[in-house]
């Protein structure tokens, strides 16, 4: 079975600081990886995934199948940062249903 | 173009209470879900549908039921409401073959008494 786990059920940084959100995952195959963010008020909504191997709004993460981790990085962290982070995957089985993380709430101190 | 449409925003029921909470999509996409969101647990999978007549459970599919008689529309139903079901609950869809796609709900907040 999948699994996905954050180990920081909360995080605060300060603004220009740099931020590393922590996901590890279990998984038999080859798993496709996924980093959501909610920010305050709105929907839950894609910040990137592994395969496209791009950055948004600043933020990277690496597939790391060695360590089974997808960490999430930003090397300053702005106060519009501040929200709810899930890390997901895909079980790559017939309807590819996303199972996330508990997620991480980021706070970043003016 | 509304995109995911969840309602009620808000609901309280008693124990033992039955309702349904609605979601549709206009974006004539295939695979829709529900999923509950609870602190410290996430969200998890309660059940999901890759098209109009086909449904299949999830991770935490006990006391919920849904149907998909069409493609824009994926119902949950609780028929007897429990506190352990507070929660908030999220309804998503996507195209069939687009992962990367999915589209959230607003949500609705459920409170069982």
């Known amino acids: 079975a999948q699994r996905v786990t954050q180990p920081e059920k909360l995080l605060s940084v300060f603004k220009g600081a740099p931020v590393e959100l922590k996901c590890n995952y279990s998984y038999s195959g080859s798993p496709e990886l996924f980093w959501y963010v909610q920010y305050s008020r709105q929907r839950l909504q894609l910040l990137l995934r592994h395969i496209s191997r791009e950055s948004i709004k600043g933020f990277t993460a690496d597939l790391n199948k060695g360590e089974t981790s997808f960490h999430l990085k930003k090397p300053f962290a702005q106060e519009e940062d501040s929200a709810m982070y899930y890390c997901a995957l895909t079980d790559q089985t017939g309807a590819n249903n996303l199972f996330f993380g508990t997620g991480t709430r980021l706070t970043v101190i003016p | 173009n509304a995109g995911v449409t969840q309602t009620p925003k808000f609901q309280v029921l008693k124990t033992g209470q039955s309702m349904t909470l609605q979601c549709a999509q206009d974006m004539n996409h295939e695979y829709m879900s529900w999923y509950r969101q609870d602190p410290g647990m996430g969200l998890r999978l309660i059940h999901y549908?890759?098209?109009?007549?086909?449904?299949d459970q999830g991770e935490v599919p006990n006391g919920y039921n849904v149907s998909r008689s069409t493609t824009e529309d994926f119902p949950l139903r609780l028929l007897s409401a429990a506190p352990s079901q507070t929660s908030v609950y999220f309804c998503?869809?996507?195209?069939?073959?687009?992962?990367?796609?999915?589209?959230f709900g607003s949500g609705t907040q459920l409170s069982v008494l």
């Open positions: 549908s890759v098209g109009a007549g086909i449904t």
């Open positions: 998503a869809s996507r195209p069939l073959d687009r992962e990367e796609k999915l589209f």
